[in-house]
């Protein structure tokens, strides 16, 4: 006996269910995971996993802090490129701070927790603490002495001509002193907390000031990654760490510039990219070859 033809579709279609989700839930899925077990591939499914006396420590595609307790850095590591992937680094929440080259007035709230660095700021401050931390100069074009952006809002007398009649340094506030005293010929004061000074009608004015033009501390010190993940450091920032690292280790900076050198990975494909640091891998070579007196 036939059955009905609304029957037979659905029966069709429930069998049709069936051995789809058989092929594309089971089968296809177990394919991929035996793929990724073959030699050459088996290390980067498993999720590249770096392991030290039988615990896991880390991973050679994800980058981690090298800081004490208080967020300091360690002084006898290399230390990673910023990350604004959650706290740092947490794969879960990878991203970037999605802060442009136009960022650049801090927001100044009377209550702290409202309060936000523009990526100028940001950048100031990294760039200033890796200098200290090197015992370089971290001074850049565009940055206050003290780590924040050179900003100034100009007020004049006709909106955006005639006289200056007065000028605000809008990311600094009491007790700082103006990074300028003076702007044609107007004292310059600090910003106040809560005050917007773009709707106020001041043009806001970067200073460049007299930092050289190529600064001692490389970009990728002072900036993340699009991903916040980001294992890898540029040469020019390991070779500002090496002699830190040395110090701290009672090693050979000839020996430390060595590691680096074997932890170095060239571009991508021979072009793609440029030549990149691991520091986990790096660090963990260090530990070995030089522990921490």
Known sequence: MRLPTWIAQHLAALRAVLVFTVLLGLVYPLALVAVGQLPGLNHKADGSLITSGGTTIGSSLIGQSFTDADGNPI????QS???AAGDGYDP???AASNL????????????????SESLLTQVCGRSRSVGELNGVDG??????DDGVGAVLAVFRADGLTGPVTRVVSV????PATPFVSSY???????AQPG????????VITPIRGDAPAEPAVPADAVTASGSGLDPQISPAYAELQVNRVARERGADPAAVRKLVREHTGGRALGFMGEPGVNVLELNIALDKQYPAR
């Open 139 to 144: 001074s850049r074009p565009f940055c206050t």
């Open 81 to 83: 490129r910023p990350s």
């Open 100 to 115: 442009g080259p136009e960022s650049v007035v801090d927001t100044l709230a009377t209550d702290p927790e409202e309060s």
């Open 171 to 174: 990311n600094q506030v009491s």
């Open 75 to 78: 002084g006898r590591y290399f």
């Open 184 to 190: 044609q010929g107007m004292p310059v004061e600090l």
């Open 92 to 94: 879960t929440s990878t």
């Open 195 to 202: 005050e917007d000074y773009v709707a106020a009608g001041g």
